[in-house]
Every structure is written in structure tokens, then in C-alpha cells.
């Protein structure tokens, strides 16, 4: 059974960090894509960044290039996402899921229950 769960969402002020996580079992092998997208009431999903183990290619969407960054522990199987110089336009629920790494991040199969991210201004 896959699974993904994610923590470390929280509220930080305007130009806070938080690291986020993702803990994820059940999968077969470590090909797998993965990445993160969030969701604000109102506005359409934006894919926010994904990896990909199979050829250590990653991807950043470009509201969040240069302040965030994606990391993922295959023996530990934690995917992670540090963000710093957080803005108000950040705040969002933030997923993990599993999908297709190739220019963007597009959602596939899996995907968490959401870590809430609020940034004050």
C-alpha cells in the first residue's frame, strides 16, 4: 500500500524558512518521480518543484526558483522541500505526490493529505 504523509507546514512570518516533508512507503522501486504542488483557495494548482531518482533531474516552478529547493533521502524515504524568503503568495496547502518530472511537475497515482503553509506579511 502506498502511502504518503506530509509535515512541517506551519505559520512564519514574510521572509521565514520552513522545511517540509514527506514520508513515503509501499513502492516497489525508486524510479518514481516525485515533487510537490500547492493549492490556495481561489487559484488554480501550481506544480511547485519534483525530482527525479532516475536521472537526478529536478524542477522548479518559476515563482519559487532560487528559494526553494528539493531533496529526497531514498534510504530513509523522505522526499523534502526547504523554502525560505517566504512571501504571502506561498501560502498554500502543500502536497507530495508521486508523477512526471519532465519540465514541470504533473500530479500522478499518489499523493499526501496536505501540509497547511500560511505566511504572514
Known amino acids: 500500500q502506498v502511502q504518503l504523509v506530509e509535515s512541517g507546514g506551519g505559520l512564519v512570518p514574510f521572509g521565514g524558512s520552513l522545511r517540509l516533508a514527506c514520508e513515503f512507503s509501499g513502492f516497489f522501486d525508486d524510479y518514481h518521480a516525485m515533487g510537490w504542488f500547492r493549492q490556495a483557495p481561489g487559484k488554480e494548482r501550481e506544480g511547485v518543484s519534483c525530482?527525479?531518482?532516475?536521472?537526478?533531474?529536478?524542477y522548479y516552478a518559476d515563482s519559487v526558483k532560487g528559494r526553494f529547493a528539493i531533496s529526497r533521502d531514498n534510504i530513509s524515504k523522505v522526499l523534502y522541500l526547504h523554502m525560505n524568503s517566504l512571501r504571502p503568495e506561498d501560502t498554500a496547502t502543500y502536497y507530495c505526490?508521486?508523477?512526471?518530472?519532465?519540465?514541470?511537475?504533473?500530479?500522478?497515482?499518489?499523493r499526501g493529505q496536505g501540509t497547511q503553509v500560511t505566511v504572514s506579511s
Open positions: 525530482f527525479s531518482s532516475r536521472d537526478g533531474s529536478s
Open positions: 505526490a508521486t508523477g512526471d518530472c519532465y519540465g514541470s511537475f504533473r500530479p500522478v497515482d499518489y
